[in-house]
């Protein structure tokens, strides 16, 4: 099987969880399984949703939105009922202009001192091979060295989680970065899975990905054709033959299921054996 398929995650909300099984089978099982955090979603439903995923059977990684997080008591708590199913996390910052609470940045998250008072040890953080779009590169970056910096003196393994993109290129410019800056932590790419022209470009502009009339192209998209199903076997192909070509360290896959499970489970089935001969 292809390196890129090997202990790949994907998303999976408080609502997806009965889903799951799914991608039980052989072959098709994620490694890890992230559980984003919803405005509209409590704690309890947060911490609900990785106890149900841990009782399936998969590894759950909840998603902590920094700039919502009222106070040090509240992620105090959070931390502490989360461990019992859980020790990895994932962190942003969130999508707030200002914090409600202390924290503006995964960076302060983890300088609380408190990830590690819980014992979690895994601590995945975003990376933008497209970039953001309320944020230069150069800060970026800076923060990406300042938070991988700040997991590694205190022991906490770091790994990288992208947001999807369109452009395969693009995605291996930003890890030839990433790595000539000295980051060697694993790196997940992201992928949307298979699912309806119009579902891929509303995600898009919703997450502030490049969606350009050139940049769909390459991934197999036409702006002006809207109709029917699209999946991520262009961008994968160009993805693998750029990783076959250059030493960019350990990178998997990390699965936006915006077509469902089921979709995407039938899509990864038939996918893996013609990528795997290729490699």
Known sequence: MNALFNAYSIEATTKDVATLGALDADGLRPAQVFVPWLPEEGDEARIAACAAVARAGFAPVPHLSARRIASVEALDALLAALRPHTSSLFLIAGDLAAPIGPFADSLSVIRSGLIER????????????????DVAPAILWAAMEDKI????????????????????????????????????????????????????????????????????????????????????????????????AQDLGPVHLHVFPFGGFAQFAGWLDGARAPLARSA
Do not use: M
């Open 118 to 133: 819980h014992g979690f040890a895994h601590v995945g953080l975003a990376g933008h091979p497209d970039g953001h779009p």
């Open 149 to 244: 910096e700040a997991l590694r003196q205190r022991g906490i393994e770091a790994q990288i989680v992208t947001q999807f993109s369109f452009d395969a290129g693009q995605v291996l410019r930003w890890l030839h970065e990433l790595r000539a800056r000295g980051i060697t932590a694993p790196v997940r790419i992201g992928i949307p899975g298979p699912a309806s022209v119009r579902t891929l470009l509303r995600f898009a502009a919703r997450c502030g990905v490049a969606a350009s009339a050139g940049v769909v192209g390459k991934y197999g998209l036409s702006l002006t054709r809207l109709l029917g199903n699209a999946g991520p076997d262009r961008f994968l192909a160009q993805l693998q033959d750029g990783l076959a």
